[in-house]
């Protein structure tokens, strides 16, 4: 009974990326590889650190297939744990785009609230986040909310050499001066294996809904992700 529910619930979340099959067809339609690797680090037991780098990659663009480097990011997250299934997190990323391509660098500030319950097999996430995108021409302030799922796929706990589900559904609103407020959604689906007691590995995909309601943009991220934790 238990893997029938979550066969179910797997089916009606990759259902809902199945339009991505036919976005190579449409204009305004960007595909990127994104490869990212982190290492979470304990300092105590409800303080923790987490340390990740990210290289984006085309590999389709103006109608044709390639792969280019994009931009790398560089992110530190400090997360302070205020009760067992809640905690606030201060981060600040560096991404380096502007010697790929005539590109702007920027330096992002995040901050974060996250809420996560387990009632059953099934964890359930929220997470809030505001932003402040800093470069040279501009700020944007961005404002997040993101509901994600995750469960194992073999039995009712995560073991080594076992794998699980992660998905999720965001909504974003990015405002700044003289511009007007642009409206985002993403769903992004991965599957991981629990490689070690402190590695996994999480392979996905990730389909992006940008400005829609003015010049709507499709993209598509094939994701690749790499987790260890001290």
């Not at 067809?25 to 409800?46: C, M």
């Not at 389709?60 to 480097?69: A, G, M, P, T």
């Not at 609230?113 to 800093?134: A, F």
């Amino acid at each position: 009974m238990t893997m029938y529910f979550i066969n179910k619930k797997t089916f009606h979340f990759l259902a809902m990326l199945l339009p991505t099959l036919t976005l190579m067809a449409q204009e305004n339609f960007t595909g990127y590889w994104q490869s990212s690797i982190a290492l979470n680090y304990g300092v105590a037991g409800v303080y923790s650190h987490n340390f990740s780098i990210k290289n984006r990659n085309y590999i389709y663009n103006n109608e044709s297939l390639q792969l280019n480097v994009r931009q790398i990011d560089f992110a530190h997250f400090s997360n302070y744990k205020i009760q067992d299934n809640q905690s606030l997190a201060l981060g600040i990323l560096y991404r380096s785009r502007n010697i790929f391509e005539d590109g702007i660098d920027e330096l992002r500030l995040t901050q974060q609230y996250n809420l996560q319950s387990k009632p059953y097999v099934i964890r359930y996430g929220h997470r809030l986040r505001s932003e402040q995108r800093l470069n040279q021409n501009i700020t944007i302030h961005r404002f997040r909310y993101r509901f994600s799922l995750d469960f194992p796929l073999k039995g009712e706990k995560l073991n080594v050499g076992e794998p699980y589900f992660v998905g999720n559904i965001e909504s974003l609103l990015s405002v700044a001066k003289m511009n007007q407020p642009q409206y985002d959604t993403r769903l992004t689906a991965h599957f991981g294996w629990q490689l070690t007691n402190n590695t996994k590995l999480q392979i996905g995909s990730e389909y992006r809904l940008e400005n829609f309601s003015q010049n709507l943009e499709h993209i598509f991220f094939f994701l690749t992700t790499l987790n260890f934790s001290l």
